[in-house]
């Protein structure tokens, strides 16, 4: 299974009971998006600690969490 799979089974179970169709597709859309975003804000975290490329990837997980409204202090 992929990543963007299991990201999408997250969302789906995690989307409340007893929604319309229209809320259920909003709040499963809005769940997704938030954990690819988180995904990828985490490789930017998370990976490349001891090369050359990591400050380059802390500005731009700083960018992502600006550009999506993201108040995140790792």
């Known amino acids: 299974m992929s990543i963007i799979e299991e990201l999408a089974s997250k969302a789906r179970v995690s989307v409340p009971e007893g929604l319309d169709v229209d809320q259920?597709?909003?709040?499963?859309?809005?769940?997704f998006?938030?954990?690819?975003?988180?995904?990828?804000?985490?490789q930017?975290?998370?990976?490349?600690m001891n090369d050359s490329l990591y400050e380059g990837q802390l500005k731009a997980a700083g960018y992502i969490e600006?550009?999506?409204g993201i108040d995140n202090e790792q």
């Not at 998006?33 to 985490?42: F, K, M, P, S, Y």
């Open 33 to 42: 998006a938030g954990l690819i975003v988180d995904e990828c804000l985490n």
């Open 44 to 48: 930017c975290y998370n990976n490349g």
């Open 24 to 31: 259920w597709v909003a709040e499963y859309n809005n769940i």
């Open 66 to 68: 600006q550009h999506f």
